[in-house]
């Protein structure tokens, strides 16, 4: 399997260099040549354990890399924990993706990472500098994922007015090959900082590499567990559509979901679901593409994204192109794009208001991205009343521990802490601090990592 790139500038590479190049040097993203067709898989996904599916998933995209038999060693040591999907109300559910061990979907993408990118650089002798923005949760899951791991050094770079006190304290206590930079300044400026970084040429002997969600690296893994839930609650053997509620800020969650859409999972409709950073939802009904600048700070932190950069691997798979910039130089299948995507805004009210009122008619507790995808769940049946017996599920992102203030508020409970963030108040936390300022940033890593 060979992978492009979105701007086309640069010729196609394998699963290997896609990995460890995160970004592609003409600036664009990697995507895979053809995707895979997973019409095999799904017959059988039902009976499949989730490291089995992950295995089977991931080898479609990794040949000449990884063997089946290291994908499997890859697999198994990732997913150790549980991927609980709940019914709610009928046949509506929550699937819950906080059981990692940082507590948030995105372990699923940076385990996978860390094993694969430990292997690579290890098999060729490298070193390697994992650069990272984050809005809060990227953050602890690549700083637990690569924690340790041989010839890897991580630096991670956060806002610091925009993380909760446990998000910034699963990243700063850590030590060891991670390092972590508190910038003061929003998501957007971090992402951007790490961005010019890449594509300095001052900075080309440090060998750098992402693991943002601009790493095709990022996405794969994130298609298994659309294959794995839908299976746990509907036919999809027999060609059963499901609806899929997915809280977005920079679409690599959802782009997860769209690879194995187009690799043949039945898909009724994705529901996207955004906070009031709505640049997306808005395109899809405007065919106007305008980023928030600045982005707007919410409740749901980690999805305060004005300008998702995963949002050009979705309008190239539907033909048109977006450059890194912003700038839409060609408008993809807005009709095909309306057909799949039901786009939908959520305000931080009517996030509260789903977080007390789930609690109270189900007792299922929902953290503030969660209850983003499920409020956008319940607008899609309000304006789709034919689809009312579809299966249905909802991404909860989060765990509502990760957020204590506002869901005691909210539903008078404490959420029960998992193993995951006990005893991380009495941890010592180690950062910098740096303002928005290229050149400092640019001094830090030449002084400490060339
Ligand atoms: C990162 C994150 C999101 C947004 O995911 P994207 O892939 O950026 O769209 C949603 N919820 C939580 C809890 C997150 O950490």
Redesign the pocket.
């Known amino acids: 399997m060979k992978f492009y790139s979105t701007n086309r500038q640069v010729p196609h590479v394998d699963l290997a260099d896609a990995l460890l190049e995160g970004q592609a040097a003409d600036r664009g993203l990697y995507m895979p040549l053809q995707v895979p067709s997973i019409a095999d898989i799904i017959s059988r996904a039902k009976d499949l354990s989730y490291p089995e599916l992950a295995a089977q998933v991931l080898s479609l995209y990794a040949d000449g890399v990884f063997s089946r038999a290291e994908m499997e060693d890859i697999c198994a040591d990732a997913y150790n924990f549980e991927v609980p999907v709940e019914p709610v109300i009928g046949r509506r559910h929550i699937l819950r993706l906080d059981c990692g061990p940082s507590a948030?979907?995105?372990d699923f993408a940076a385990r996978f990472m860390g094993r694969a990118l430990g292997r690579l650089v290890t098999a060729r002798g490298r070193e390697l500098l994992i650069l990272t923005a984050t809005?809060?949760?990227?953050g602890s899951a690549v700083a637990h994922a690569f924690l340790g791991v041989p010839g890897i050094r991580v630096l991670v770079l956060f806002p610091t007015d925009e993380v909760s006190d446990r998000q910034r304290r699963q990243m700063t206590t850590l030590g060891g090959n991670i390092a972590t930079i508190s910038v003061s300044g929003k998501f957007d400026d971090c992402q951007a900082l790490v961005k010019r970084a890449f594509s300095d040429p001052d900075l080309s002997g440090l060998q750098l590499s992402s693991a943002n969600?601009i790493n095709i690296g990022r996405l794969l893994p994130q298609s298994v567990y659309y294959i794995y839930a839908a299976s746990r609650i509907a036919d999809i053997a027999g060609g059963e559509k499901v609806i899929i509620s997915v809280?977005?800020?920079?679409?690599?969650?959802?782009m997860g979901g769209v690879l194995a859409f187009r690799g043949g999972l039945p898909v009724q409709k994705f529901v996207v679901a955004t906070n009031a950073n709505d640049e997306v939802p808005v395109f899809f009904q405007t065919e106007q593409y305008r980023k928030i600048e600045p982005s707007i700070v919410c409740l749901?932190n980690?999805?305060n994204?004005g300008h998702p950069s995963n949002l050009a691997r979705l309008v190239d798979l539907y033909g048109g192109h977006l450059d890194e910039k912003g700038v839409l130089h060609r408008v993809p299948d807005m009709a095909a794009i309306r057909r799949d995507f039901y786009g939908v805004s959520i305000s931080d009210d009517a996030t509260r208001d789903t977080i007390g009122r789930v609690f109270r008619e189900t007792g299922v507790m929902l953290e503030p991205?969660g209850a983003v995808g499920w409020a956008g769940l319940e607008r899609f049946f309000e304006s789709h009343p034919e689809l009312a017996d579809c299966p249905a599920l909802s991404l909860e992102?989060?765990h509502p521990a990760k957020f204590p203030d506002e869901v005691i508020r909210l539903t008078g409970t404490a959420p029960t802490l998992p193993d995951a963030l006990k005893g991380l108040d009495a941890l010592a936390e180690r950062y910098d601090h740096m303002a928005v300022d290229y050149a400092a940033f640019k001094q830090i890593l030449l002084e400490k990592y060339r």
Request: proline share 4%; net charge neutral; charged share 10%.
């Open positions: 948030s979907f995105k809005s809060g949760d990227t969600s809280p977005s800020g920079n679409f690599g969650n959802l749901s980690a999805m994204v991205h992102t989060a």
